[in-house]
């Protein structure tokens, strides 16, 4: 008998009968937009690339500015003479009721809302009502019901993890995204009418979200996500309207502008990026409507291809910085791993038994994106701030659906061997005898929490062994969090934070390069090694401003930025620097104290990395 076929549009709430939303007595016809139609062709990119290579001496031109001017200047000649984008460059997208001077505010400053409000003072997603809202499969029919789908709607697209620096003014933007063209500035995205969105309609907001076009026609930078949020239903859509409207405090602080050089300032090049590399609204939500075997793949489906946009930090980009893959459909490369974003490497989340989830269960997926933790690792970085703002507040039954569908992704890499116990470290650990730098630094600063096989004390201090991020290509993940350190905050569900110290003043950077390339391959990891070559420029780039997380913190200004501590320097003997006492390896069953720590102390003594396996001694 044929089973019958699911599509994440079946599964999700059905539209309602009614021509008009009963919350804002919109027309559902006023959704609808008229959208500049442009063929996808292969056009020579020979000028752009000349200019690339040409400007390629400017050391502040990165990759993307390579790949926006190749395509730019390749396809202007196409695009100028193709009749409906001609027509459009002279007539803007919609009312140009937002940015008009200067660029990056929202709106015009002539106009003006009235008193605000004071800022509610809570998290943008308060109390544990949320979580399960919208389990049913109903269309909301009131306009709190609209709201509180909206409020679910927003952290399933994680809106507050990039437009709330404060949590007593949340969504008013000024989260910085350091990219290597120059320094972008989150927007304010409260119902303020002259810093935020106060005075957009709703097609407008539509347009802005899932076609990346601002009110006066200008187009968004792709930090904003929206080939991903190109598949949100029209649903979604209005209930996040209107949750932005009707329940969130319009906050009246202005963002700092873009401090991104000229001529990579320009935002017409975007335009041209967007006609190549995001798709149009239907032909999105067509590709993640496709049939699925069953209901639950379905919504899978949906929450990460479209509201959740894993691939922005899990697939890898291209030359213009385009990502390439935007679903499952798209081939193996989509959530094969993506490149470092804010100096934090992406895992894979397909199959791979080693660098990906082909070991986890689902309900350990499930368990890792509603606490933040699980006996595998815990979330670090920018995964935490998706944890922390988005996933906690998602149904059981949702968060169970996205497990299932990563599961259902096949190993980009099929060849690669499963991690297999090599006991082989552990005994030298244990042995107290003639060690390497990187085995006496990782037993003096490490083992206390990680302990000697790498197993660590799982959902407290994460394991080592078996971790898809320390055994990834690129060891920036590992760098990164011995120099900074990181905190694994609470949740709903798990409400104890844990933290680890940075070791940047502690550690040189041949230190750090030894028990970073103990850890990738101790235990059986057998990772690449790391070298002090990329510890140094590691520790070059990262600033404050560049290692936030949720909750994330004001954005200090550059001239008030600290750079990084200078590593102490190491004993005579090459030990670390508090290795002058003997060491007494500790027993198996040693409870996990960090230094100077109590029991029950908040700060762990070792890198808290998201993810791994669980073994005994």
């Keep these: 008998m044929r089973q019958p076929a699911f599509t994440a549009a079946s599964t999700h709430l059905p539209r309602s009968a009614s021509a008009q939303h009963p919350a804002t007595d919109i027309p559902r016809k006023a959704l609808a937009k008229t959208t500049v139609s442009f063929e996808k062709t292969v056009t020579p990119r020979s000028a752009g690339l000349l200019l690339a290579c040409i400007l390629g001496g400017k050391r502040y031109l990165s990759m993307l500015s390579y790949g926006v001017a190749a395509f730019a200047l390749g396809s202007l000649p196409f695009c100028l003479a193709h009749p409906a984008v001609a027509a459009s460059a002279t007539s803007p997208a919609g009312p140009a009721t937002g940015t008009v001077q200067p660029e990056d505010p929202l709106t015009s400053r002539a106009q003006q809302n009235p008193p605000s409000q004071e800022a509610s003072s809570s998290p943008a997603h308060s109390g544990p009502e949320s979580k399960d809202a919208f389990l049913s499969s109903e269309t909301p029919r009131t306009p709190q019901e ?11 697209a994680d809106c507050a993890a990039c437009h709330t620096t404060n949590q007593k003014a949340p969504y008013a933007g000024g989260y910085a995204f350091e990219l ?25 907001f539509v347009s802005a979200v899932r076609e990346g076009i601002r009110p006066d026609g200008a187009t968004l930078y792709p930090a904003m996500p929206y080939p991903s949020y190109a598949r949100m239903t029209d649903e979604d859509l209005h209930a996040l309207y209107v949750y932005f409207m009707q329940d969130v405090q319009p906050v009246a602080q202005s963002v700092k502008a873009n401090a991104i050089p000229w001529p990579l300032s320009m935002r017409f090049p975007l335009t041209f990026w967007r006609w190549a590399f995001a798709p149009s609204p239907q032909a999105a939500r067509q590709a993640t409507g496709r049939p699925f075997a069953n209901a639950e793949l379905a919504r899978g489906a949906y929450l990460v291809e479209g509201p959740g946009h894993c691939g ?5 980009r291209g030359i213009a910085m385009q990502e390439e893959a935007l679903t499952a459909q798209d081939g193996p490369r989509y959530l094969a791993g993506g490149k470092a974003v804010d100096s934090w490497t992406p895992p894979s989340l397909r199959g791979e038994p080693r660098t990906g989830l082909g070991t986890w269960r689902v309900a350990e997926i499930t368990a890792f994106l509603k606490t933040g933790r699980n ?11 998706a944890v922390h703002h988005g996933t906690q507040y998602l149904s059981e039954a949702d968060l169970t659906a996205m497990a299932r ?7 980009a890499t099929p060849q690669q061997t499963g991690w297999k116990r090599d006991a082989a470290a552990t005994k030298a650990l244990q042995s107290g005898g003639h060690l390497t730098l990187g085995q006496r630094v990782y037993l003096d600063n490490c083992a206390a929490c990680h302990r000697s096989n790498g197993a660590g004390y799982p959902t407290t201090f994460p394991p080592l062994a078996d971790n898809p991020v320390v055994m990834n290509p690129a060891p920036d993940s590992v760098i990164h969090i011995i120099l900074t ?9 798990a409400p104890s934070a844990f933290s680890m110290p940075s070791f940047a003043a502690r550690l040189t950077d041949a230190q750090i390069a030894a028990v970073g390339t103990f850890v990738r391959h101790a235990w059986g990891n057998n990772a690449p090694a790391v070298t002090d070559v990329d510890v140094r420029h590691m520790r070059a780039r990262l600033s404050p401003s560049q290692t936030q997380i949720a909750p994330p913190s004001p954005v200090q200004p550059p001239e008030k930025r600290a750079a990084l501590p200078a590593p102490s320097q190491p004993t005579p003997s090459g030990a670390a620097i508090n290795s002058g ?12 104290h960090p230094p100077s720590a109590a029991p029950n102390s908040r700060s762990a003594a070792a890198p808290a990395l998201h993810s791994g396996g669980q073994a005994t001694e």
């Excluded at 989150?186 to 407008?204: F, L, R, V, Y």
């Excluded at 922005?312 to 890898?316: K, L, S």
């Excluded at 350190?485 to 569900?493: D, I, N, R």
């Design 146 to 156: 609209w709201i509180e789908r909206g409020r679910y709607v927003a952290a399933a």
């Design 180 to 204: 290597p063209i120059g320094t972008l500035y989150a927007s304010n995205i409260t119902p303020d009418k002259t810093h935020g969105i106060g005075n957009w309609t709703e097609a407008q």
């Design 312 to 316: 922005a930090c899990h697939t890898q």
């Design 375 to 385: 006996n595998r690792g815990s979330a670090f970085g920018n995964m935490d701030s």
């Design 405 to 411: 569908y990563l599961k259902s992704l096949p190993a």
């Design 485 to 493: 350190g990181v905190t694994l905050h609470g949740t709903q569900s």
């Design 581 to 592: 006492t003997s060491f007494v390896p500790p027993a198996p069953d040693t409870p996990p």
